[in-house]
């Protein structure tokens, strides 16, 4: 499964927080249909791009291990800090996770996502927890089914939101 491009409102308001040294968020991971969304990167941020995409980090030792483990969901969990990795998530949905899981994003004022990780029903607490942490003043923290998570993108991005 290719994983869906995110609007680039989205990437901006990802970056604006890994470049916050107050935000928890250490890194932005970045399709390859996204890459276009990225703006001039500052100088002292770690970028990386293998096939599965792009990760811009404040850390050189997440920048180590996407280079080397970019394709295991849970190095990728661990760097994006999301509680639960996405085999995880499949297993504790029962092979359901369209139907069982819950997508928890943290907003900024403007609708953006700033962060956004997939949980179980086992999981969905710690996640709400976790991405509150990432919610900026002024934003909010949204649930929504995968549908509608994954719909919003293919929206907001046809309409160049």
Same mark, same amino acid.
Not at 11 to 27: E, M, S, T
Not at 72 to 96: F, H, N, Q, T, W
Not at 134 to 148: E, I, Q
């Given at each position: 499964?290719?994983?869906?491009?995110?609007?680039?409102?989205?990437? +901006?308001?990802?970056?604006? %927080?890994? !470049?916050? %040294?107050?935000?928890?968020?250490?890194?932005?991971? &970045?399709?390859?249909? $996204?890459?276009?969304? /990225?703006?001039?990167?500052?100088?002292?941020?770690?970028?990386?791009?293998?096939? =599965?995409?792009?990760?811009?980090?404040?850390?050189? $030792?997440?920048?180590? /291990?996407?280079?080397?483990?970019?394709?295991?969901?849970?190095?990728? %969990?661990?760097? !994006?800090?999301?509680?639960?990795?996405?085999?995880? &998530? &499949?297993?504790?949905?029962?092979?359901?996770?369209?139907? $069982? #899981?819950?997508?928890?994003?943290?907003?900024?004022?403007?609708?953006?996502?700033?962060?956004?990780?997939?949980?179980?029903?086992?999981?969905? /607490?710690?996640?709400?927890?976790?991405?509150? =942490? +990432?919610?900026?003043?002024?934003?909010?923290?949204?649930?929504?089914?995968?549908?509608?998570?994954?719909?919003?993108?293919? #929206?907001?991005?046809?309409?160049?939101?």
């Amino acid at each position: 499964m290719f994983p869906v491009p995110e609007p680039a409102g989205d990437i +901006h308001a990802q970056l604006r %927080a890994v !470049l916050d %040294a107050r935000h928890p968020k250490v890194a932005c991971f &970045v399709v390859p249909k $996204n890459l276009p969304d /990225l703006p001039h990167l500052p100088a002292g941020l770690r970028v990386v791009t293998r096939k =599965e995409g792009t990760l811009v980090t404040t850390r050189a $030792n997440f920048a180590g /291990l996407f280079e080397a483990h970019a394709d295991d969901d849970e190095v990728m %969990a661990r760097i !994006l800090g999301y509680p639960e990795d996405k085999a995880l &998530v &499949v297993s504790r949905c029962r092979g359901l996770p369209a139907v $069982n #899981a819950r997508a928890v994003q943290a907003r900024d004022r403007d609708g953006h996502v700033v962060t956004e990780a997939f949980a179980s029903p086992l999981g969905f /607490l710690a996640a709400v927890e976790a991405m509150g =942490e +990432h919610v900026p003043s002024g934003g909010s923290l949204a649930v929504l089914s995968p549908v509608l998570a994954i719909s919003r993108r293919v #929206a907001l991005r046809w309409v160049g939101f």
